[in-house]
């Protein structure tokens, strides 16, 4: 089991930056990958951000390609998601999510969820 805790979400104005992290717990020596997701009200989770936990290589979002930026502090299990320039549209529920190795590359494990709300 690996566990999954958000945090880091608010109110940010048009144009403005927030950083949230997701610190794991549990096995996380299984832990292949972890990435970040958003469901906005009304519409279905989209994938937003992906890093594998060994190498480190990453794939974006072209939504937030070039604004955002996912890192990872292997020391203290915890994967951060810089967001810059953001945008009202970027407003959603943020999720942290880890991909294990044995689960075939899906997402087996989530955490609650943080709200990040971008005024205009």
């Known amino acids: 089991q690996v566990q999954l805790v958000e945090s880091g979400g608010g109110l940010v104005q048009d144009g403005g930056s927030l950083r949230l992290s997701c610190a794991a717990s549990?096995?996380?020596?299984?832990?292949?990958?972890m990435g970040w997701f958003r469901q906005a009200p009304g519409k279905e989770r989209e994938f937003v951000a992906q890093?594998?936990?060994?190498?480190?290589?990453?794939n974006y979002s072209d939504s937030v390609k070039g604004r955002f930026t996912i890192s990872r502090d292997s020391a203290r299990n915890t994967v951060y998601l810089q967001m810059t320039s953001l945008k009202p549209e970027d407003t959603a529920v943020y999720y942290c999510?880890?991909?294990?190795?044995?689960?075939?590359?899906?997402?087996?494990?989530w955490g609650q969820g943080t709200q990040v709300t971008v005024s205009s």
């Open positions: 549990g096995r996380t020596f299984t832990i292949d990958a």
């Open positions: 890093i594998t936990y060994r190498s480190g290589n990453t």
């Open positions: 999510a880890a991909n294990v190795i044995g689960s075939g590359g899906r997402y087996k494990y």
